[in-house]
């Protein structure tokens, strides 16, 4: 009986806790063969994270042949990871392997891919408590089909250090849900489609719509909070917003790269990795 009562406390404290889904090792991975440390960053944008890891000290890169890095430093005494992430869902790869590297806390730091976004977006750090639309990568992660492209929280934990760093310093944010891009152009241009595929991007547009909370979109939020989620560990992200409309100059081109730069220095470097601090 004594034997039994343990075991059901056992059971239920674990309930409490989560379970982990993922068992790898370093020894199946890939890109990363080395620990990291349990906080860091990551960005799909590959000069942004080399921008980003120029803020820490002693750092030790690690580059992979497939094109992402991770640079390992401490920032403040603390040490700390930057890293760059594939752009969409074979992001979940490194976040996958930085996780069985010893990661515990990972901020995805990216940009938003909202369609004309309004100009007062420029300054604001969005914040992402929750993330959908997720199906390709679920489905292949052996998720129960009733979870297929449903919302993902956010550590709420992570999210809370965000909010609180955001007032000390005074910063602008808003709380976002984020919805899963697999196709980027899609989703943004369905009229670029044919009519019978733009009817059926407008009916999935529509499907996720939210009227109770700001709508952003990326291409790897989702996935990094699935996986979080299969390791029962903490994700959260912030996107900031730049110039993808125009025709001619590209987001990180000429004077919007210059916007773009000012606004990484003056706003969100020292945000996303004092919020890291933080937790």
């Given at each position: ?201 407008q009916a999935l547009l529509n ?48 004077e919007n790269f210059k916007k ?10 020292d945000f996303v990795l004092d ?5």
């Open positions: 009986m004594k034997k039994l009562l343990v075991l059901a406390c056992l059971l239920t404290y674990s309930s409490l806790l989560g379970a982990k889904e993922i068992n790898l090792s370093l020894d199946d991975c890939l890109f990363i063969k080395y620990r990291v440390p349990k906080k860091g960053v990551i960005c799909s944008n590959h000069e942004r994270a080399l921008r980003l890891s120029k803020k820490l000290d002693n750092t030790e890169v690690h580059k992979s042949s497939w094109g992402p890095f991770i640079a390992i430093g401490e920032y403040r005494n603390e040490p700390i990871f930057i890293g760059c992430a594939p752009v969409g869902s074979g992001a979940g790869l490194l976040f996958t392997e930085l996780f069985v590297a010893g990661a515990q806390y990972i901020i995805r730091y990216g940009s938003d891919d909202v369609k004309k976004p309004p100009l007062s977006d420029a300054l604001l750090v969005k914040i992402v408590d929750e993330a959908d639309n997720l199906y390709g990568y679920q489905i292949q992660s052996g998720v129960a089909s009733k979870k297929w492209g449903m919302p993902i929280k956010a550590s709420q934990k992570m999210v809370d250090s965000l909010k609180a760093t955001a007032k000390s310093k005074g910063v602008n944010y808003e709380m976002r849900i984020c919805h899963h891009l697999e196709n980027y152009h899609s989703l943004r241009s369905p009229e670029k489609f044919s009519p019978s595929r733009e009817k059926r991007l499907r996720v719509k939210r009227t109770d909370k700001k709508e952003s979109f990326d291409m790897e939020t989702a996935v990094l909070f699935q996986v979080a989620q299969d390791f029962d560990l903490h994700a959260a992200t912030i996107l900031q917003t730049v110039d993808k409309e125009g025709l001619k100059l590209r987001a990180y081109e000429g773009a730069l000012e606004i990484e220095e003056n706003i969100f470097f919020g890291l601090l933080e937790i």
